[in-house]
């Protein structure tokens, strides 16, 4: 039993994955940037200097202080607090989680669909085929964040203002989901194409099992390293969708602040010269969104060179 | 071979460094060819026969490099010139045509506008000479009504025809040594015979020496003067191509021809060789050949052959140090 | 040639069909208009009598039909939030969307191509090393901190550039016009940089990579063994190679620049349709919003065809194909 689990452990070390990750130290930086963002993010309740939403710790008197190292910065408030002494440093931290979580459940409703889609898509063939593909050539040509706002002004029509806070979240997983699935969808169809037409999936027909149990055993484990290069970078493509439809106003209310919140709310300050309000809220979004982009290309490159 | 030597190779050796060592494509490779020469290389996809063609012309794809030897071109070393200096020569002076005729010319451009750049890269004319002259290339190459063709886009030539604009771009500035890589693998066979018979022509009538790269032993019996097969990227054996069909005398040409008439037992004719060429990163100790020969002897495993006289030929086998005869 | 013409003609009207299909539906189903028109106090025979006079009883393809009319003649109804005509709102500000979009599409083309040849031709020199590490950089911050980003330096920290706004305009006949005049241009500046930066490091980008694969190829390897200079061998066959997938993903990116330019505008205030799109996403505003979809649906439409003809003039297979086939691509 050891010998085997050493067996595998020295394979995967071996492997070219493995090789390609310790050559570059850039790729084990975003790596190590990503984790602790996850810890800061999810573990924030717990770690967190403070909790900048519990309003009975909040003093107006601590609003708009600096950063520690700018003269009148305090050392109990590392990044300086906002106009409500609340503290940067935590807010980032439960920001993020907001803007984490939000990325995480709309790239999984994205993969979903997509890959559903796809599937459909390769196996029926014919009418329903071209017309999948057709509307995610269309929807291909619209930018993301264009149809997230249409359907998130749609829902505002149908729901009314308040209702629509309450299911903010929803709405815009559903609204970042709904732009990124043409790419899985696309790739997993592709394959199903491939797949379709070798000697084993034909005679698994001719003995009779079902169409669709013959996609799932045999396309999914084919398209998962694709499907992971492509929901990887999809991740940061989301947090960002997501931090600028909230900036836009159209996000998450002030109530639940996501990164792109934050910095929304910070931007009126930096013409009056508090500019740790927003800039370290984006700061904080510009380095997850870069370490998780570097962290896809190198999956790309790495599970498939030719992949583009 | 009274004529002068046009392209000397002395104990070449490319090497193509990657992260789990480094591997030799070519070793120790020493061949020449004489001026208006055939030489046929032979060997397996990987015995080191194309990367050979590309170290000559000075066109081997990063990282493979030339880390020892020389190439000299009528005495002149060219192995170490400089980008500018080595595209004059090629060609001017070496001329190449690749396996795929459907890949080698640029699908954006007419033929006469590709035919044409390369003589005026190489030779002082006109433009409305060029384009005469791009013409006449193309009739001496076979194709037909050459003055409307001279205006089409490769797309609009089939696979033969484009190999045969290939071969007149090959030619368009009057090269000494063409270096044809398996010019006629990607072709239909009906298709083959005609551009080996008229390469073989054009370049008689020229007086221009060819390197034939192929693993086609018919295509080098019938077209070359002299033969080299290559293995695992050595020369196995390298000598006039008759004596070398009719008296192989290494094991691995033998096996190579397939049918041998100084073979006795009837059940090895026909007989492939067992196993494949080893991969570049687990070359054998000794002779590369020995754990397929069926001659093997102790020394094979310990000691590499270096090429040896043999007959007319060089022949890198302890088999004729021992006096054997295969 | 021209059969090629008149499909994707064909193929174009169907998008737009669809696009406008989409329009009519968020009409339909969203919002009751006689509600927004009159007010909720109103009896409900006045009601039913107004849906009859607005024609909402009639059948679907009949009203899909009558908006498909209205919409050609340029009459998209009226704004929920304003009670103003959408088609004359959105015709005021387009100028001001339209000339940021191009002066953002020229920046990214003129320094995203050239970059990108450079960083294709040579890998491994520092600059193009360089280049491709701002251009991850560039790729990860969203737009809006970028702007957020060039305000605090150049408008607030440096006093350079104005930090909002068109500047002085000056109108021609029913354009208004912000690039004749200094304060205009330099109102401009901002904005287009920060509209076009991202499209300049997708277009750097995918330059170098097809650049690179191009280089790869036997036709360029038989470019170098025929003897031609590098100029010869880089600029005219690799670079025109490379032109074709090029301009299809550029095409594609210069139509996103209109849609992207809604936040541009929201951080700098800029007065144009991206601006005015937001806020009726924010009011629910579904005549307003309808009608800027169909408007970009149509610079989509519009930009692939333009894609399309220039495949024709660089790609000569293309040109053959269509000639046969009609041109299925």
């Known amino acids: 039993m050891m010998s085997r689990l050493a067996e595998t452990w020295r394979r995967a070390a071996d492997s070219d994955i493995w090789w390609s990750f310790t050559r570059s130290k850039l790729v084990m930086l975003s790596a190590l940037i990503t984790v602790v963002f996850f810890v800061a993010a999810y573990g924030a309740p717990l770690i967190a200097p403070h909790n900048p939403f519990d309003l009975a710790s909040l003093n107006l008197a601590d609003g708009f202080k600096p950063p520690v190292w700018v003269d009148g910065g305090e050392a109990n408030f590392l990044l300086g607090t906002d106009d409500q002494g609340r503290d940067i440093?935590?807010?980032?931290?439960?920001?993020?989680?907001?803007?984490?979580?939000?990325?995480?459940?709309?790239?999984?409703?994205?993969?979903?669909?997509?890959?559903?889609?796809?599937?459909?898509?390769?196996?029926?063939?014919?009418?329903?085929?071209?017309?999948?593909?057709?509307?995610?050539?269309?929807?291909?040509?619209?930018p993301a964040i264009l149809i997230a706002m249409l359907v998130d002004g749609v829902t505002r029509g149908l729901l009314g203002a308040d209702k629509h806070s309450e299911a903010a979240i929803t709405v815009l997983v559903v609204s970042i989901g709904l732009s990124y699935w043409v790419q899985y969808a696309r790739t997993v169809r592709g394959s199903v194409l491939v797949e379709k037409n070798k000697e084993y999936v034909q005679a698994a027909r001719v003995i009779g099992l079902p169409g669709p149990l013959i996609a799932i055993r045999h396309v999914l484990p084919n398209v998962m390293g694709p499907v992971l290069v492509i929901a990887t970078i999809n991740l940061a493509l989301a947090v960002i969708t997501e931090a600028t439809l909230s900036f836009l106003g159209v996000g998450l209310p002030p109530t639940q602040p996501s990164l792109g919140t934050l910095i929304n709310t910070g931007q009126q300050y930096l013409l009056s010269g508090e500019w740790w309000i927003t800039i370290f809220p984006g700061a904080a979004l510009a380095i997850l969104v870069l370490s998780v982009n570097l962290l896809g290309d190198w999956l790309r490159d790495a599970l498939n060179p030719r992949l583009r | 071979m009274g004529s002068p030597k046009l392209l000397e190779v002395r104990n070449l050796r490319v090497e193509f460094p990657t992260r789990r060592g480094t591997l030799v494509a070519v070793d120790d490779v020493s061949l020449e060819i004489a001026a208006g020469e055939v030489l046929g290389v032979v060997g397996e996809s990987g015995a080191g026969k194309s990367m050979t063609g590309a170290a000559i012309i000075g066109l081997l794809e990063p990282p493979g490099r030339i880390a020892a030897g020389e190439i000299l071109l009528e005495g002149r070393r060219i192995d170490n010139l400089p980008y500018s200096e080595m595209r004059r020569i090629r060609g001017r002076q070496i001329g190449a045509i690749f396996q795929d005729p459907l890949t080698s010319l640029n699908p954006l451009y007419r033929v006469g506008d590709q035919l044409i750049e390369t003589i005026l890269t190489h030779l002082p004319m006109s433009h409305a000479d060029a384009r005469r002259r791009a013409v006449q290339l193309l009739a001496d190459v076979g194709i037909p009504s050459p003055e409307e063709r001279v205006d089409h886009y490769p797309h609009q030539f089939s696979g033969g025809m484009r190999q045969r604009v290939v071969i007149a771009l090959a030619l368009a500035a009057e090269p000494k040594l063409i270096i044809a890589d398996e010019p006629t693998t990607a072709l239909d066979v009906s298709i083959q015979a005609q551009i080996i018979t008229l390469l073989k022509r054009l370049c008689r009538e020229h007086g221009t020496a060819v390197m034939l790269v192929t693993h086609d032993m018919g295509v080098i019996a019938e077209t070359a003067d002299r033969v080299a097969v290559m293995y695992a990227g050595r020369i196995a054996e390298i000598g006039p191509v008759q004596d070398v069909i009719k008296t192989p005398h290494h094991p691995y040409t033998s096996g190579l021809m397939g049918a041998i008439p100084s073979m006795t037992h009837k059940h090895e004719r026909l007989t492939q060789i067992d196993g494949s060429m080893p991969r570049l990163n687990a070359i054998p100790q000794g002779c590369a050949f020995n754990p397929r020969c069926p001659k093997v002897f102790d020394r094979c495993r310990v000691e590499r052959p270096e090429p040896m006289p043999a007959g007319s030929s060089e022949v890198a086998c302890w088999l004729v140090k021992e006096g054997a005869h295969v | 040639m021209i059969a090629f013409i008149v499909r994707r003609l064909v193929q174009a009207a169907l998008v737009m069909l669809a696009v406008a299909f989409i329009a009519f539906a968020m009409f339909n189903f969203v919002g009751d208009p006689v509600a927004i028109?009159?007010?909720?106090?109103?009896?409900?025979?006045?009601?039913?009598?107004?849906?009859?006079?607005?024609?909402l009883d009639d059948p679907m393809p009949v009203r899909f039909a009558r908006f498909v009319g209205n919409a050609v003649q340029g009459n998209f109804g009226l704004s929920y939030r304003t009670t103003q005509p959408v088609g004359g709102m959105i015709a005021e500000r387009l100028p001001a969307t339209l000339e940021l979009s191009f002066v953002a599409a020229l920046f990214a083309l003129f320094a995203g191509i050239p970059m990108g040849v450079f960083a294709g031709l040579y890998p491994n020199s520092w600059i193009s090393r360089l280049m491709m590490t701002v251009s991850l950089i560039g790729v990860s911050l969203p737009t809006f901190l970028i702007g957020i980003l060039l305000i605090y330096i150049f408008a607030v920290l440096l006093g350079w550039l104005p930090s909002f706004g068109r500047g002085e305009v000056i109108r021609l006949g029913f354009w208004s016009t912000g690039l004749l005049t200094l304060d205009g241009l330099k109102a401009i500046i901002l904005p287009a940089i920060t509209l076009g930066l991202f499209q300049l490091t997708l277009i750097m980008r995918l330059v170098r990579a097809e650049m690179l694969e191009v280089l790869r190829t036997d036709y360029i390897k038989f470019a170098r063994a025929r003897g031609l200079s590098n100029r010869a061998v880089h600029f005219g066959h690799a670079l025109k190679n490379t032109m074709v997938p090029v301009i299809t993903i550029t095409g594609l990116q210069l139509g996103a620049i209109i849609a992207f330019a809604i936040i541009t505008e929201t951080v700098f205030s800029w007065p144009g349709v991206g601006l005015l799109f937001l806020q009726s996403v924010l009011y629910?505003?579904?005549?307003?919003?309808?009608?800027?979809?169909?408007?970009?649906?149509?610079?989509?439409?519009?930009?692939?065809?333009?894609?399309?003809?220039?495949?024709?003039?660089v790609d000569p297979r293309l040109r053959a194909q269509g000639a046969r086939a009609g041109g299925a691509k």
Do not use: C
């Open chain 3, 37 to 55: 028109i009159a007010g909720q106090d109103l009896p409900a025979e006045q009601r039913i009598q107004l849906r009859k006079d607005l024609g």
């Open chain 1, 89 to 142: 440093l935590s807010t980032i931290m439960y920001g993020s989680r907001t803007s984490l979580s939000v990325g995480f459940l709309a790239v999984i409703f994205a993969m979903v669909l997509g890959i559903t889609l796809g599937l459909v898509a390769g196996y029926m063939g014919g009418a329903v085929d071209a017309f999948i593909m057709r509307v995610a050539d269309v929807q291909l040509s619209f």
């Open chain 3, 284 to 313: 629910a505003d579904i005549p307003v919003m309808s009608t800027y979809l169909v408007m970009i649906g149509l610079v989509f439409v519009v930009i692939n065809l333009i894609v399309d003809m220039l495949y024709f003039v």
